[in-house]
Antibody, heavy 115, light 113 residues
Framework: EVQLVQSGAEVKEPGATVKISCKVSGYTFTDSYLHWVKQAPEKGLEWMGL????????EYAEKFQGRASISADTSTDTAYMELTSLTSDDTAIYYC????????WGQGTLVTVSS | DIVMTQSPDSLAVSLGERATINCKSS????????????LAWYQQKPGQPPKPLIY???IRKSGVPDRFSGSGSGTDFTLTISSLQAEDVAVYYC?????????FGPGTKVDIK
């Protein structure tokens, strides 16, 4: 069974950086891209980017280019998403996910940005 | 970017009746070399992460009840719940994974009438 387990909730001040982890199991980590998705309060789903764990190459939605950094550690089957220069607009639940036949989603990590 | 639209925004269906959700992409998500439509459907209940239901537009993920079915090709897709159950109350999203950014539709809320 595909499982993705994310790190816990974070509270950050404006301007800070947050880094969320996503540990996977139940499939071969390097066989599928690992995606990150944002869901702001009472809003829909927004694709942020992905990483190919096989070569570590990330790809970002234009909106998050330059502020998000997605990486993968194949020694621990864990992906990471770092978001810098946080503002109140970054308050959201962030999900890691695998898409397609091996689909699975993490439980979500709530990031609250508040002074 | 491929823009995904869904209709209706919300619908209320009686228990046991059919619910139909439409999803349209601004460009084709059919990849000709393998003849697959790169389109997925998800179900999200309050306070829970999205649950994958369908991939390749019509393939039900293991464990998903067979009352859920996906159809369509190219730019027009449909998710059908053949006999709505109380536990199907949720928001349903489509997503294209044909090209980045892998955009989602805005969601369709399904309720019991």
């Amino acid at each position: 069974e595909v499982q993705l387990v994310q790190s816990g909730a974070e509270v950050k001040e404006p301007g800070a950086t947050v880094k969320i982890s996503c540990k996977v199991s139940g499939y071969t980590f390097t066989d599928s891209y690992l995606h990150w998705v944002k869901q702001a309060p009472e809003k829909g789903l927004e694709w942020m980017g992905l990483v190919d764990p096989e070569d570590g190459k990330p790809e970002y939605a234009e909106k998050f280019q330059g502020r998000a950094s997605i990486s993968a550690d194949t020694s621990t089957d864990t992906a990471y998403m770092e978001l810098t220069s946080l503002t109140s607009d970054d308050t959201a639940i962030y999900y890691c996910a695998v898409i397609g036949a091996t689909a699975g989603w993490g439980q979500g990590t709530l990031v609250t940005v508040s002074s | 970017d491929i823009v995904m639209t869904q209709s209706p925004d919300s619908l209320a269906v009686s228990l046991g009746e059919r619910a139909t959700i439409n999803c349209k992409s601004s460009q084709s998500v059919l990849y000709s070399p393998n003849n697959e439509n790169y389109l997925a459907w998800y179900q999200q209940k309050p306070g829970q992460p999205p649950k994958p239901l369908i991939y390749w537009a019509s393939i039900r993920k293991s464990g998903v009840p067979d009352r859920f079915s996906g159809s369509g090709s190219g730019t027009d897709f449909t998710l059908t719940i053949s006999s709505l159950q109380a536990e199907d109350v949720a928001v349903y999203y489509c997503q294209q994974y044909h090209e980045t950014p892998f955009t989602f539709g805005p969601g369709t809320k399904v309720d019991i009438k």
